[in-house]
């Protein structure tokens, strides 16, 4: 499964942006993709999830009532959507890819992940 992440960049405090994650390979049988973020100095962070079969979305507290994940199957494409923008929403994001089924207990964890992509920055001043 190869993933590439686009639609990173600067934004205003307040601002939008949209990040696209686009899919290819053996993507049958994922059962769980998400959005991760890094900022500098932190640890790896689980902002949303998705589970392609069944559409449930998960959200972190940070990003909750401001973000919205989704996915074009047919596209094979996983988008996240970021409203309100803050400057504590800078960092690294990437889009992962799990064979595992998305649970609550465990989508915001870097093991629930089997791929990952290369990452998009997003920088809010």
């Known amino acids: 499964v190869q993933l590439v992440e686009s639609g990173g960049g600067s934004v205003q405090t307040g601002g939008s942006l949209r990040l696209s994650c686009a899919s290819s390979g053996s993507i049958y049988g994922t059962l769980c993709m998400g959005w991760v973020r890094q900022a500098p100095g932190k640890e790896r962070e689980g902002v949303a999830a998705?589970?392609?079969?069944?559409?449930?979305?998960y959200y972190g507290d940070s990003v909750k009532g401001r973000s919205t994940i989704s996915r074009d199957n047919p596209k094979n494409t996983l988008y996240l959507h970021m409203d309100s923008l803050k400057p504590e929403d800078t960092a690294m994001y990437y889009c992962?890819?799990?064979?595992?089924?998305?649970?609550?207990?465990?989508?915001?964890?870097?093991?629930?992940?089997?791929?990952w992509g290369q990452g998009t920055q997003v920088t809010v001043s």
């Open positions: 992962a890819a799990s064979r595992a089924r998305c649970l609550p207990v465990s989508w915001t964890r870097e093991t629930q992940y089997d791929y």
């Open positions: 998705i589970s392609p079969a069944s559409g449930r979305r």
